[in-house]
């Protein structure tokens, strides 16, 4: 009875732990976070900004149905900029990719924007990575066995109440700038061709427009944080950021 009694002492001390840990990151992480981190700094030539026209066009290539193009319209429309109904009427060309929408670690995200435009995404990046708040219950010192059993009771409770969960939206984007003088581009692929043997290509060409890209990563975290919460504060974010390189 005595050794009973002790266990069920340690359960409700675990629990007390794990909950305390749990409210902690509630209290922490109660208020929506919206970050934005772009891979590289475009700087446009305002010297040659002798016209404010610009085509958009917003491609979707994640699992989501989302609706930033609209909004990165309205931005650019307020900045002053008209908006193209062709490329070649443009003086700009924006093209955005949206590569992935859904849960993300936040290392992996920020390994994902590092890679910059075109690089792959990390491990961590369209995965279920949620990080439990009762995690701490995991170093509280008691005997081999029982311990880790209750222990693992304790986070299981505290865990599946309180979660510090991040969504994310990672998109490339790529903008054509005209220039009064003549731009040299080549362009070199190394096209896979089955396993172990591979095609080189290679094109080169006169142009008008000078082009720069980067990646940007905009994510919401918050605890038990919803993706119907979290999607309307990312997709202006993210508006926000691509309409600002002009």
């Known amino acids: 009875m005595m050794g009973v009694a002790i266990r069920i002492g340690l359960l409700f001390c675990l629990l007390h732990v794990a909950g305390c840990a749990a409210t902690q990151v509630a209290l922490e992480r109660k208020d929506l976070d ?48 008209q908006i193209a109904a062709t490329p070649r009427e443009a003086n700009y060309i924006l093209q955005v990719n949206v590569l992935h929408v859904g849960m ?44 880790g059993l209750l222990g693992g009771a304790a986070e299981l409770v505290a865990g599946s109440l309180v979660k510090d969960v991040t969504y994310s939206m ?49 994510s919401a975290s918050k605890v038990n944080l919803k993706f119907e919460e979290a999607m309307p504060a990312i997709e202006q974010n993210l508006a926000m950021s691509i309409a600002g390189v002009f």
């Open 34 to 81: 919206v970050q934005t981190i772009m891979s590289d700094t475009i700087f446009l030539d305002i010297e040659d900004e002798f016209d404010r026209s610009i085509f958009v066009d917003v491609r979707n290539t994640s699992d989501k149905d989302i609706q930033v193009e609209s909004m990165i319209i309205n931005r650019l429309q307020n900045r002053g900029y």
């Open 170 to 218: 990672v998109t490339d984007v790529q903008v054509s700038a005209r220039t009064r003088d003549d731009v040299s581009q080549q362009q070199r692929a190394n096209l896979a061709v089955g396993r172990g043997s591979s095609v080189q290509q290679a094109s080169a060409r006169t142009t008008d427009r000078m082009r720069y890209q980067t990646r940007v990563a905009t």
């Open 104 to 147: 993300a670690d936040p290392s992996a995200l920020r390994q994902s924007v590092y890679g910059g435009y075109g690089g792959t995404l990390a491990g961590g990046i369209g995965g279920a990575m949620i990080g439990s708040a009762a995690g701490s219950a995991r170093g509280v010192g008691i005997g081999a066995g029982v311990g």
